[in-house]
């Protein structure tokens, strides 16, 4: 699908925390103590809603307006442990695993990508914060990072509880 510029847009559409700060420093000090040195690229604590899709042409800022007016800030969001995706053994993008009560506000924003997307809208992964994800293959991650990393995740305790954000939908060209 292309803008009436002819450029691709392609989106996400998430959430984002209000404890930022302390997430990113779990996500900094994790990062550092498994000295994956550049390996991995850091995100910014968010929660995606609804993964990548197609926009229709010229519909974003329409599909941003009606995705902001859902009411999601304040929703609370509890942090369950850090964890890995796919597995240990193959680790992809290490995420904190919360539980959030927003079925409701999910299935509005769902339908408004719906209406605005010209692709596949496909459903979400379970309540994740994303905090590291990987840009190397599993040749390439050794037993000694794979170890501290395990060793990471099973002793990490310190997570705080922390609240959603306006929702907001993420235009990538």
Do not use: W
């Amino acid at each position: 699908m292309h803008t009436g510029d002819g450029i691709l847009s392609r989106a996400y559409i998430c959430s984002g925390v209000t404890d930022e700060l302390s997430i990113v420093s779990l996500r900094d000090t994790l990062y550092q103590q498994i000295g994956f040195n550049g390996e991995y690229y850091r995100k910014r604590p968010h929660i995606t809603l609804v993964p990548p899709f197609s926009v229709k042409d010229g519909k974003d800022k329409e599909l941003k307006k009606a995705v902001r007016q859902v009411r999601l800030a304040g929703k609370e969001v509890k942090t369950e442990r850090i964890g890995v995706y796919e597995n240990i053994h193959n680790p992809h993008t290490i995420l904190l695993r919360v539980k959030v009560d927003i079925e409701e506000e999910e299935k509005q924003i769902r339908k408004h990508a719906k209406r605005y997307s010209n692709s596949k809208v496909r459903e979400r992964a379970s309540p994740h914060i994303t905090l590291l994800k990987s840009r190397v293959s599993e040749q390439e991650l050794d037993r000694q990072k794979k170890r501290r990393l395990q060793e990471e995740i099973k002793n990490r305790v310190a997570l705080r509880d922390t609240e959603l954000t306006k929702p907001n939908v993420v235009i990538r060209d």
